[in-house]
């Protein structure tokens, strides 16, 4: 546990620095329209139809915010999913206890940042929990089956079960 904490606070420690960087490059013309970006506000612009053809810019530069803000456990989570699964054994079964562990004990946490993932790294995540390295496969089928009826978890629940294991 202490190594995948010294894991954690080695990766993101930089990336502090290279969300505020993305911050102040964030495209000023066309800001998030958003006062308070949270995962759900988030969501909810993402899934908008675009107005205009400044639209997908201002998504981005709220999604920019959110992981810039430092008040979203959910926004380093995503990034570090986004990364995938680390090269290496041990890196990689550290990497998988901790997304199992979050699945199993904070399923709807997990369940919120992997509706912001793209295609890709969902999938990834998806098939890391169906091949689970280090937690039994009953528990995270429980853990997801809790949210199979939560239509904003539904498309992930369902890729989950339905993806051959």
């Known amino acids: 546990m202490r190594i995948l904490f010294i894991l954690i606070v080695v990766v993101l420690g930089p990336f502090s620095n290279i969300l505020n960087a993305a911050d102040n490059q964030r495209d000023v013309t066309h800001p998030c329209p958003l006062s308070d970006v949270t995962i759900e506000?988030?969501?909810e612009l993402k899934n908008a139809?675009?107005?205009d053809k400044y639209a997908p810019i201002r998504k981005i530069n709220c999604y920019l915010k959110l992981l810039s803000d430092g008040k979203s456990d959910q926004a380093i989570l995503v990034s570090l999913m986004s990364l995938g699964m680390p090269k290496g054994v041990y890196s990689a079964q550290e990497y998988s206890k901790f997304?199992?562990?979050?699945?199993?004990?904070?399923?709807k946490f997990l369940l919120d940042a992997m509706n912001l993932l793209d295609d890709a790294s969902?999938?990834?995540?998806?098939?890391?929990l169906?091949?689970?390295?280090?937690t039994n496969s009953a528990d995270i089928d429980y853990a997801m089956n809790t949210f199979r009826s939560e239509p904003s978890y539904a498309t992930i629940v369902l890729r989950y079960f339905e993806t051959e294991k």
């Open 122 to 128: 969902l999938n990834s995540v998806v098939s890391l």
């Open 41 to 43: 506000s988030y969501l």
């Open 49 to 51: 139809a675009p107005s």
């Open 99 to 107: 997304v199992e562990y979050l699945c199993v004990n904070k399923t």
């Open 130 to 134: 169906q091949n689970p390295l280090v």
